[in-house]
């Protein structure tokens, strides 16, 4: 379970302070699919940030397993990092490295034996349905299966969670719905508890079932998906949801 506890991030910049983050609470489940929806400039990424440790909270605590992430340091920090895998927008991938090579890096990095590696790799490799790509590079892919590759490098370590940062915004619908059935599939063969940052409803629609509506660094709303969907109580969900006409 992932516990975020009024959870701040200001930002120092030359034109004054950002509050990005003004009291995030929240509690996932695992097992939960949750998307985090919200507008250009909410706040969704720099809340995938922090949930990754890779933003330092100035304020709140995130809990896994009721473990304070935010208070670790050192290896530590390194060992927890490793039960959060993340997929970037725009994928991330190390162009001058095959799709094996890209999903064996982290395990490379974690000193895992070139034995294991070569197993787990296969493994990966059957379950994002990239069988005889391992030699090709990114370069030779489809933006599908470049996402598919980032996916399989981001559950190398075998994560408890896995943090989506608009997964399927660069794809185009048929490409998409499939990406989002892999993450289903995900979620339910492996029990991986998956976060989802999306501007898409629809990614809500298909897989999520919680949601948590994000708007200038707050949750307007925060609960399961189906009800927020027919029922959606803030503007900021209104206007996504696209319920009352254009506000
Ligand atoms: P979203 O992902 O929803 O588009 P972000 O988390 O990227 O939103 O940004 C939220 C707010 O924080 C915005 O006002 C943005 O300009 C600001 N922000 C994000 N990252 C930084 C940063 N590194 N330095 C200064 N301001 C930032």
Excluded: W
């Excluded at 790799?121 to 598919?148: D, F, M, N």
Aim: charged share 20%.
């Amino acid at each position: 379970m992932i516990q975020i506890e009024n959870l701040k991030k200001n930002f120092h910049t030359k034109t004054g302070d950002v509050e990005a983050l003004q009291g995030i609470s929240a509690r996932i489940e695992d097992g939960d699919i949750f998307g985090i929806i919200g507008l250009s400039g909410a706040g969704k990424s720099t809340l995938l940030r922090c949930i990754a440790l890779l933003e330092i909270p100035s304020e709140g605590s995130i809990k896994i397993d009721g473990k304070d992430l935010s208070a670790l340091k050192g290896r530590e920090l390194t060992a927890h990092r490793r039960q959060i895998g993340v997929i970037f927008q725009g994928y991330n991938l190390l162009m001058q490295r095959t799709v094996a090579k890209n999903i064996a890096f982290p395990l490379e990095i974690a000193g895992v034996s070139k034995p294991e590696i070569t197993e787990r790799v296969a493994r990966l490799i059957r379950l994002v349905g990239l069988e005889g790509k391992e030699s090709s590079y990114p370069s030779q892919l489809s933006g599908g299966q470049c996402q598919r590759v980032a996916i399989a490098r981001a559950l190398a370590n075998n994560p408890k969670v896995l943090l989506c940062d608009e997964p399927t915004s660069a794809l185009d619908s048929f490409t998409t719905k499939a990406i989002l059935d892999l993450l289903r599939d995900i979620n339910r063969q492996l029990g991986v508890t998956i976060i989802i940052i999306t501007h898409e409803i629809g990614v809500v629609r298909q897989i999520c079932n919680r949601v948590a509506v994000i708007e200038s660094g707050r949750f307007a709303e925060n609960g399961p998906a189906a009800e927020v969907l027919a029922a959606p109580k803030s503007v900021a969900a209104r206007q996504l949801i696209g319920v009352g006409g254009a506000l």
